[in-house]
């Protein structure tokens, strides 16, 4: 089996599995869903009203709002981003989220970014 293949079918795995948590979660005005991607040099998550249909917080890492220390690990980059946005949706009046792991394992670096909204104040 090639490379691509086994991309392929993780892919596949991985979009499966993210659609069996989408049936379960959704995010309304009172509980807001946080969803989370992550890449394999960065990870960014929004906290998303599927009522409406709109992002209301949006953190990356790298966006420009957060000047990350690039020399940290990805785990303590990921803690970062999700304090800071905890602390932006603590400011706009959201405290209750959904949380939406995407599909991706709850180890590593989408823990620390739950970990990290949780010490900011957002309970899941």
Do not use: C, W
Not at 66 to 72: F, Q, T, V
């Amino acid at each position: 089996m090639d490379n691509n293949a086994v991309t392929l079918k993780k892919y596949l795995a991985r979009r499966k599995r993210r659609k069996s948590i989408r049936k379960k979660i959704f995010g309304s005005s009172e509980r807001p869903r946080l969803s989370v991607f992550r890449s394999l040099k960065n990870i960014s998550a929004q906290i998303i009203n599927d009522d409406l249909g709109n992002t209301l917080v949006m953190m990356s890492s790298n966006s420009k709002e957060i000047k990350l220390d690039r020399s940290k690990k990805k785990v303590e980059q990921s803690f970062e981003v999700g304090l800071k946005l905890g602390e932006k949706a603590i400011a706009l009046g959201i405290s209750e989220v959904s949380f939406d792991r995407g599909g991706y394992l709850y180890h590593g670096r989408v823990k620390a970014l739950a970990d990290g909204a949780r010490k900011a104040g957002l309970k899941f």
